[in-house]
């Protein structure tokens, strides 16, 4: 019977770094370990700064983040994720700058901070004579003027709408993110130095090239603020809607009348948006929500999907729109769907199958399509500028996802990539800030890594004892508390969710295993007794002989190094699974010469002037 083997890496600072899955997942970076840890151990202003300094918008993220932190948390592989996104929420309530009646109190608060603990960025500007425009106040373009403001440049938003904020103002429901939330971080960027010009449309008020001629720079984040709609028989009739238009209407304030039987087609997070807006309107008596994918394929998150059928959504899988059925006014009167029998093909690229003989009709007086959304790009026309173009129509971004083909002219968030996450855009938006101070001073700005490595004991408790609370291992994820049904509905603006008090607050961040923290071995002091893999109760440590270990280059040259022999030869051993580590300490703690050690890894990723 063949011996099993197991591939092995040697740790170095990618893999130290990959360990902590919740920061390597978020697309800014940030340290939701570091935060959760500090709410954990009830500090909680540190907690809110490690989430807000390399987020302009964390207060908004703590409200609707799709939590990428959460889906890359280790602790899901156990039980349950570690409730990131409402831990974030509940430091935001704490010393957010929702709490600051002045905001140039917390731009000067922020701005100290950044000097302190910063990633490097903080008063590098090059008077470029000119300031540096943006197309579009959503949370791009807001993430790239508020880096830029803290290099020390004027940046100008000029957005379309009457209210800044992008999808965050006129696609994201009040009950989900209260405008105010929204309003304090937008004043608060604004109290940087941040200019914003509401109800200006480029193309029409002014052209993209004179913006150009005027500006250092010019970003373009316009967002995907169009719905997308499907060629289906019928759709012309009159009460068929774009689900992201009915969104932007809502909510800046304009008289909508739908209804009483509302259809929404779509399973993202926007046709539940739009579904459980619509169950908010006067006169509606029901929502049906119908999509294409099976359950377990829906895009949106669980939790609007538990909520909506809370809020009597109904919702039916695996069905696609065949037709629809109007009166002899032209008013929309049904729906018919087919059984979609398979969203992807044996290439896992979209290709829906129906059966056709197999249909439902659904009753409507209004339907909403809701399957994506795309772009207004009416003011590139006659703009003069030899913007590069896809086959698709959309503007050519260089492979750093922010440059175009014209020197000076840069894109950000949805317009660069398609439609993604708020985070996402964020991430997008800060990337921007650094390619248009690139482009001005004529300098690049280096990532330099720094690393450490400490020992993590509780001093205050046996040696070698890793500082975790009693069981932590058995606490149970709590869900958000919810108002009541009842009292949701009454008012589009009254938030659903009610946020962690206190103690569950922080027995929620007990949950956190601390990735940060590594088991180090000592292989001069090791006697391979195996004390170590018989304690563990993850079954995370295994011994092993060296002929049945693999790996790259680096480990046939550390054993080489060390035993002068290649390939490898007699001997053994221990190997770690670090996904089941659940950074518990009986390893180092049951050790009888001490070779082992749990150690903290510390980084820090900050730029360096060329």
């Excluded at 932590?472 to 508390?481: Q, S």
Aim: hydrophobic residues 35%; neutral net charge; glycine residues 8%.
């Amino acid at each position: 019977m063949p011996k099993p083997t197991f591939q092995v890496v040697i740790p170095n600072y990618n893999y130290w770094k990959q360990n902590i899955k919740c920061q390597t997942g978020c697309p800014v970076d940030t340290d939701s370990r570091g935060y959760v840890r500090a709410i954990a151990e009830g500090d909680y202003e540190k907690a809110y700064w490690i989430a807000r300094i390399p987020n302009p918008l964390a207060s908004i993220c703590g409200r609707i983040c799709a939590a990428p932190c959460e889906l890359a948390c280790r602790r899901k592989w156990i039980d349950d994720a570690v409730s990131i996104r409402a831990l974030k929420r509940f430091v935001t309530e704490q010393y957010g700058v929702e709490i600051y009646q002045d905001k140039k109190d917390f731009a000067r608060s922020l701005k100290d901070k950044f000097e302190v603990k910063g990633s490097g960025i903080a008063g590098i500007a090059q008077n470029p004579g000119k300031p540096v425009s943006i197309v579009g106040a959503g949370p791009a373009g807001l993430a790239c003027a508020h880096e830029l403001a803290l290099m020390g440049y004027k940046p100008i938003i000029y957005e379309m709408e009457n209210i800044a904020g992008g999808m965050c103002a006129v696609g994201i429901p009040p009950y989900r993110l209260p405008r105010k939330i929204l309003q304090a971080e937008i004043d608060a960027i604004k109290a940087l130095g941040v200019e914003i010009r509401l109800g200006i449309r480029i193309g029409k008020d002014i052209t993209l090239k004179t913006l150009y001629n005027e500006s250092a720079a010019v970003l373009l984040a316009v967002g995907a603020k169009k719905s997308r709609m499907l060629p289906v028989e019928g759709a012309d009739s009159i009460g068929v809607l774009g689900g992201v238009d009915f969104l932007r209407d809502v909510f800046t304030g304009k008289d909508v009348k739908i209804g009483p039987k509302v259809v929404v087609m779509g399973g993202g997070n926007v046709a539940y948006d739009v579904a459980r807006t619509s169950i908010r309107q006067k006169g509606v008596e029901s929502v049906a929500l119908v999509c294409i994918e099976e359950f377990q394929q829906m895009l949106a998150d669980k939790i609007e999907i538990e909520e909506g059928e809370e809020e009597g959504i109904k919702r039916i899988n695996s069905f696609g729109p065949h037709k629809i059925e109007s009166d002899k006014n032209g008013s929309v009167k049904s729906i018919t769907f087919k059984r979609c029998l398979s969203v992807f093909d044996s290439e896992e690229k979209f290709n829906p199958r129906y059966d056709e003989s197999d249909t439902m009709t659904l009753p409507a007086d209004t339907i909403f399509f809701s399957i994506g959304q795309s772009y207004d790009l009416s003011f590139l026309k006659e703009c003069d500028l030899d913007i590069e173009m896809t086959e698709r129509g959309m503007i050519k971004a260089a492979p750093n996802q922010v440059s175009t083909s014209v020197p000076g002219l840069f894109v950000a968030g949805d317009l660069a990539y398609g439609p993604r996450l708020v985070i996402d855009a964020v991430a997008n938006g800060k990337k921007a800030a650094l390619a248009i101070h690139s482009h001005i001073s004529g300098k690049s700005l280096h990532l330099q890594n720094l690393e450490r490595h400490t020992e993590f004991y509780d001093h205050e408790v046996s040696h070698n004892e890793v500082s975790h609370t009693e069981d932590y291992e058995k606490i149970n994820r709590k869900p958000v508390p919810v108002i009541p049904v009842d009292k949701r509905l009454e008012d589009i603006s009254t938030t659903v969710e009610t946020g962690f008090i206190k103690e569950v607050a922080e027995n929620q961040g007990n949950r956190c295993l601390n990735c940060a923290v590594n088991t180090i071995f000592n292989g001069d002091r090791c006697i391979l007794c195996g004390g170590c893999a018989d304690v563990c109760p993850e079954y995370c440590l295994r011994l092993v002989s060296l002929e049945n270990i693999r790996g790259d280059e680096s480990l046939t040259k550390l054993f080489k190094n060390r035993y002068g022999m290649e390939p490898l030869g007699t001997g053994s051993a221990i190997i770690k699974d670090e996904d089941r580590c659940i950074r518990c300490g009986l390893c180092a703690k049951r050790c009888p010469v001490d070779a082992i050690t749990m150690e903290r890894f510390l980084f820090k990723e900050v730029f360096e002037r060329a």
